[in-house]
């Protein structure tokens, strides 16, 4: 168990519909980051929070956003939904702002998103 | 921005055999590599890493190479056992100089086989 915790673990929407996914980083980890993950893909970065502020952004589209709350759990908001936006979406956390050989990020189990 | 390479896609080996997993990338300034494992229904987790200043890191059976000029790195796996079975992910990041997220390879499912 890695700490982080991912809130639902399967969804399932239809097109045009609007999600969120929610991600409780470990405890005491100030950093959180939003990957996207599909077959052909792989792991695509799409935001990063530290302490509450918006750090970095990757491939994240407009339809998607992203916050993070005082109790530092982070939400991904994914609206107007296509079937190509089916993935695992995975957190990740860490206690500082870069990740480097003193500071692990941890992922959580993800959450898998289907659109139908 | 930093583009990671990854090869092969998938990996077959028998029981006890080495694998080898390659990766290369683009952005010189990139100074910290790691490496994980995904195990099915779960996230990656981290299972060795290597900075730039380093040019091989070994913890039991793994291993990771960097040659910084070729900029390409490698995971070695030794006397696979069947439980090292799982998508292996590559990734890169500038480390402690500054714009540091994670960019990952596109994964190698390793399958080893009894």
């Known amino acids: 168990d890695s700490g982080v915790t991912q809130t639902p673990k399967h969804l399932i929407t239809a097109t045009g519909q609007r999600v969120t996914l929610r991600c409780s980083p470990r405890s005491g980890d100030l950093s959180v980051y939003w990957y996207q993950q599909s077959l052909d893909q792989g792991l695509q970065f799409l935001i990063q929070?530290?302490?509450?502020?918006?750090?970095a952004k990757g491939n994240i589209l407009e339809r998607f956003s992203a916050q993070q709350f005082p109790d530092l759990h982070s939400e991904l908001n994914l609206s107007s939904l296509e079937l190509g936006d089916s993935a695992l979406y995975f957190c990740?956390?860490?206690?500082?702002?870069?990740?480097?050989?003193?500071?692990?990020?941890?992922f959580g189990q993800g959450t898998r998103l289907t659109v139908v | 921005g930093e583009n990671v390479e990854q090869h092969p896609s998938t990996l077959s080996v028998q029981e006890g055999d080495s694998a080898v997993i390659k990766c290369t990338y683009s952005d010189s300034a990139s100074n910290y590599f790691p490496w994980y494992k995904q195990e099915l229904g779960k996230g990656p987790q981290l299972i060795i890493d290597i900075r730039s200043n380093v040019g091989e890191k070994k913890d039991q059976r793994i291993a990771v190479t960097l040659n910084k000029t070729a900029k390409h790195f490698s995971l070695h796996i030794t006397e696979t056992q069947p439980e090292d079975s799982a998508v292996y992910f590559c990734?890169?990041?500038?480390?402690?100089?500054?714009?540091?997220?994670?960019?990952f390879g596109k994964g190698t499912m390793l399958l080893v086989s009894p």
């Open positions: 990734a890169a990041s500038r480390g402690d100089s500054g714009y540091s997220t994670l960019t």
């Open positions: 929070y530290y302490n509450g502020e918006e750090r």
């Open positions: 990740a956390s860490s206690v500082r702002a870069v990740v480097s050989g003193n500071t692990e990020a941890f």
